[in-house]
DNA sequence: CTGTTAGCGCTTTCAA
DNA sequence: TTGAAAGCGCTAACAG
């Protein structure tokens, strides 16, 4: 591939004034300008990248470390994140952890390595040691979906306690007197408050619940909600409605009903919580409570921006509401008590 | 951050010495190598990837440009393949490329200046000017899932054609007699051949057919999917059975049938072609032709990374088979003719 | 306005 | 087995 000194010979020039019109940096006398975009243009050239970061001691990277790629949820977030970024001149290095702590060390150190401008984590909450590595190689990083208060750094999350909140009031409001609710972490920082927020609700309207927390940790979130559900179902007598604190598990608790001969939402209803784009494909839709996806995108990707290449920013901590979303999974129970 | 000069200083070696201990590259004596581990230790040393790369004109990065990550087939072929080049020592950057031809262009060329080593491409199949970047800077790519023949790379992807006759097969034998088949695309090869296979098969068995292609092309298949199902079912005698030639289509059709009040399947059989995961989360469960999404993640980037540093290597030519999942959304019609 | 030059951090001959 | 030194491609003083 072309160098810049390839141009410089081609166009008779310095290679400095070959950087000049390349980064449009001090002044270049119209008639050498037009030689030297010329020469770039017939020798196909394309500055090379890891030079420039070498010298420039900046990549225009931004390291993305999450669970997983596939899911709805990150997934959108994560698309979210990449046009903000691309928009903005920076390339995205996508990580999937899977919540294993030694692959979040294993990416964490990569990234450094690789010398990021800046990163945006959604870590599992257990482990903390990836984090030193960004300490101590100085990358700003900001958390995405999770509290963890031991880590200096920008925070973008949803008020996962008011959602909680919000959902239970739903089915409080719709009359139901018996709930399920189903947790799938009991690490998550998140869904404790989740489930914290739903307990209060319910808590101060009367309404009877049972919990259902997972053993181990898991990412097979519909798995999950689908045993959880059988559970919750086979009480005596058995909740008119649960309420899964992600929508994935939501949708496993869907499909149990269904095995068990029970009509959504007729005999049980159904809330979810993320507000991922397939639960309005549902049959029938899942009522949730939605996080603004890809809003928590835009505002990780445009704080985390604020502070790379500062020395010392503030650091930034956003909360953004949830919105209840209401669709055809909840109604009032069949059977007033 | 420290670099192998402060190591060296530390372990009092030369640069030589350090950079030998890191690749584990000729012969140090056991004494020497301890010193300089423990200076890498105590330095938290972590080797600047871009300087390497420059020096050793190779990145281990490879460029990863599809449509859209968010795309559950895609999400999940992103995630396959990041896994793949991860335990590899490749790390991916992803470009959305949204099926705009700017932005195919845009995003190849920041691939050839980040010089990464290969790139898998799934392309719009409209525009090529894309392609050139790669071959000017001598960047091997594969192409996945799309069948470009003016492009000289290896390709992976699935029998489209015979995908579509084992779909239009199976209505077939459930003994529909009137079935609507819905494109996706006018301009994509795989979905062109989809549909021809299909119309094949109900061709073969004096099947009545009609099918819905888009006037414009669009990334949203869901509603496509709808809007296509709503003239096809108000046509007379109206299909018993469709044939969308991706899931997301089939689910837009689903919807359609509900919102007139037909049942699936009972009065309307319905089947999608990907084998999207969210298909069996649907009640009822979506049939499907199956695309094995992960194999063909793993099987471009093993294709790839054989390509990648060889001179001149073969391109290959990979096909896999599609497979019929028979779920819930398909069944023999109501009514026999 | 233009050119010369000194590195950025690393790998890799080539000598010792 | 070890070290000195050149140079990957680029940018940014510094001179002129």
Redesign the interface.
């Known amino acids: 591939?072309a160098t810049i000194k390839d141009i410089a010979q081609l166009a008779g020039v310095s290679l400095a004034t070959v950087s000049r019109v390349i980064n449009q940096t001090g002044n270049v006398s119209p008639a050498l300008r037009e030689q030297v975009l010329a020469a770039m243009e017939t020798l196909?050239y394309?500055?090379?990248?890891?030079?420039r970061?070498?010298r420039r001691r900046e990549?225009r990277l931004i390291g993305l470390l999450i669970p997983?790629?596939?899911h709805?949820f990150f997934?959108?977030l994560?698309?979210a994140i990449?046009?903000f970024l691309?928009a903005e001149g920076f390339?995205?290095?996508?990580?999937?952890a899977e919540e294993d702590a030694d692959r979040e060390v294993e990416?964490t150190?990569?990234l450094?390595?690789?010398?990021v401008d800046g990163a945006i984590v959604a870590p599992t909450g257990l482990a903390l040691d990836w984090a030193k590595?960004f300490v101590?190689?100085?990358i700003p990083i900001v958390l995405i979906d999770r509290n963890l208060p031991d880590i200096a750094a920008s925070r973008v999350m949803v008020d996962n306690w008011q959602g909680g909140y919000q959902g239970a009031m739903h089915l409080v409001e719709l009359g139901h007197r018996r709930v399920g609710l189903i947790s799938v972490s009991r690490h998550s920082q998140a869904i404790r408050e989740r489930l914290q927020g739903a307990m209060q609700a319910l808590h101060e309207h009367n309404v009877a619940y049972e919990v259902y927390e997972p053993s181990v940790e898991t990412l097979q979130q519909?798995d999950l909600g689908f045993q959880a559900a059988l559970k919750l179902l086979s009480q005596q007598p058995r909740p008119s409605a649960i309420f899964a604190l992600t929508d994935v598990a939501a949708?496993g608790v869907?499909?149990a009903a269904?095995s068990q001969g029970l009509a959504v939402p007729s005999q049980l209803s159904v809330i979810g919580f993320d507000g991922i784009?397939?639960g309005a494909?549902?049959?029938?839709a899942l009522t949730t409570v939605a996080q603004p996806i890809e809003q928590l995108g835009y505002k990780a990707a445009e704080v985390l921006l604020r502070r790379v290449g500062r020395v010392q920013a503030e650091h930034e901590h956003i909360v953004l509401p949830t919105q209840l979303i209401v669709r055809a999974s909840t109604s009032m129970p069949l059977l007033a008590e």
């Open positions: 591939m196909n394309q500055p090379n990248a890891p030079a970061s070498l990549t997983q790629l596939n709805p997934g959108t994560a698309y990449e046009r691309f390339r995205i290095l996508v990580c999937s990416y150190q990569l450094t390595r690789q010398r590595y101590h190689a100085n519909y949708i869907m499909h269904v784009e397939l494909y549902l049959i029938p």
